[in-house]
């Protein structure tokens, strides 16, 4: 049986000698891309050439002829040459090596998300790393190729579109570009996406609630499918959940909830309010400094790693879990000392919308968020396309019906609220829409409310993909 491995050979060419590398390369049964990293040690440059194998032995060597770019050394001994992704080795450690070799700095991006499910790739461009804007083409090369088209390519697994040509500006001076390799971790599958501008969308939509590693090299071409490397940057994230898992989710809270019987039902308890806990010195701030105004925060990351709130919607969390025996919420709080109760009908009205976004567990009990925005808002829009929208006056969660001064809960599950407007705490206090309490304070309520935590992700009731 053949080796997955075979050796291909790099040759470093100048009038004097020649030196070769071998490169060791993983057998694909199609032609690929592979991008080979080139360092010049004495200048600590670092170079990207795109190399398009046969996916097998090839008996014509790389022939790259040194210097490789105006002012790197003419020797053939100064040059090293390695294959990215074919040593297992992940993004981080590839950038951690070109930053080792060479003078290259790194910068950061981020990744937005647009319902259903494509991302944009943003922050590409960096004036600070752009450091030869002016040098006309003719100082850098006189091979530069001209567009021609765009050319199928692959990078393993992966086909997709790329121009593979220099692109100058009208004025003959260089335009810089990033090179914008993803990689699905689970399915191993990478693609490759040349960029121009600050911000990059992929061309396709990637699978929800999956990991990806991105890599974006930035630079410009010197030659033909050879790029000089100004930075680097490096990034790692879940692609969200779509409407459609939110509603599988939905479902599996909906069973979860149902009590056991010949008749399946919903256990439900009255509550007056809702609460919020946290530590004295946080309503202290917002008496003294805020004008009594309980301004709203991100959520963090608390729950489904993979919902699509986390990191994106502002709001204030509440809590509408009772004692089904005394009617009254747990004495002993993880967030804080003091308790803010907020009485349900200023919570849920005709004015705002209620909608089911996530459901999850730590331990043992199971949870489920919901999310009240005031209709019309930013925030009602955004949750509008990317979750579950419940009816206020019914449901199997929360509800209260109009004109009723008490909504009801189901007690199989802790129901939590993600109130997505700043509340007058002044204001509510005055008109008896709310008062405070002490409660027996456990653990550390900062770390549980800036960080928050994820869901297990080997529990069989609240997630809809099985680990693997």
Request: glycine letters at 4%; one cysteine or more.
């Amino acid at each position: 049986m053949a080796s997955e491995i075979y050796n291909q050979e790099v040759i470093f060419r100048s009038d004097l000698t020649t030196k070769v590398v071998p490169i060791a390369l993983k057998r694909c049964l199609i032609p690929i891309w592979i991008p080979l990293l080139i360092t010049e040690r004495k200048a600590r440059t670092a170079l990207l050439h795109l190399y398009l194998s046969t996916g097998v032995e090839d008996s014509t060597p790389i022939t790259l002829t040194v210097p490789l770019f105006v002012g790197l050394s003419s020797d053939v001994t100064d040059y090293t040459c390695e294959a990215l992704f074919q040593d297992g080795r992940d993004e981080k450690e590839s950038v951690n090596n070109i930053k080792k070799n060479s003078n290259v700095r790194t910068f950061s991006v981020d990744v937005s998300h647009n319902p259903p499910s494509t991302y944009t790739v943003k922050d590409l461009n960096s004036d600070e790393f752009d450091i030869e804007p002016s040098r006309p083409l003719s100082q850098i090369s006189q091979t530069r190729s001209v567009a021609s088209g765009d050319t199928t390519f692959f990078i393993q697994e992966g086909l997709r579109q790329l121009c593979l040509s220099a692109t100058n500006t009208s004025n003959g001076l260089i335009q810089h570009k990033s090179l914008v390799f993803l990689k699905d971790t689970e399915t191993g599958f990478k693609s490759l996406h040349f960029a121009l501008g600050s911000e990059w969308t992929f061309p396709f939509q990637l699978r929800p609630l999956c990991d990806y590693n991105l890599l974006v090299i930035r630079g410009y071409e010197t030659k033909k499918y050879l790029f000089f490397i100004n930075a680097v940057a490096v990034c790692s994230f879940k692609s969200h959940m779509t409407q459609n898992e939110v509603y599988l989710l939905y479902g599996k809270a909906c069973i979860h909830s149902l009590s056991p019987g010949p008749r399946p039902s919903y256990d439900f308890y009255p509550v007056t309010h809702l609460y919020r806990s946290k530590p004295i010195l946080y309503f202290l701030d917002i008496f003294n400094n805020s004008g009594g105004i309980m301004e709203k925060y991100i959520k963090n990351l608390g729950g489904d790693p993979a919902s699509t709130l986390n990191r994106r919607l502002h709001g204030l969390f509440f809590s509408s879990s009772a004692d089904p025996l005394t009617g009254q919420p747990p004495a002993v709080s993880y967030y804080g000392d003091q308790r803010i109760h907020i009485h349900i009908g200023f919570m849920i009205d005709q004015s705002r919308n209620l909608y089911f976004a996530d459901f999850y567990c730590h331990y043992v009990n199971h949870r489920v968020t919901l999310v009240i925005t005031l209709k019309g808002s930013e925030a009602d829009a955004f949750c509008r396309q990317r979750l579950r929208a419940l009816d206020p006056a019914y449901n199997e969660f929360l509800y209260r019906r109009p004109h009723e001064h008490y909504a009801m809960v189901n007690t199989k599950v802790t129901v939590e609220v993600f109130y997505t407007e700043d509340i007058n705490i002044f204001r509510l206090l005055r008109l008896n829409l709310a008062y405070l309490t002490s409660v027996q304070q456990s653990s550390n309520a900062e770390l549980k409310t800036v960080i928050g935590l994820p869901k297990r992700i080997d529990c069989k009731i609240c997630n809809i993909k099985k680990p693997l």
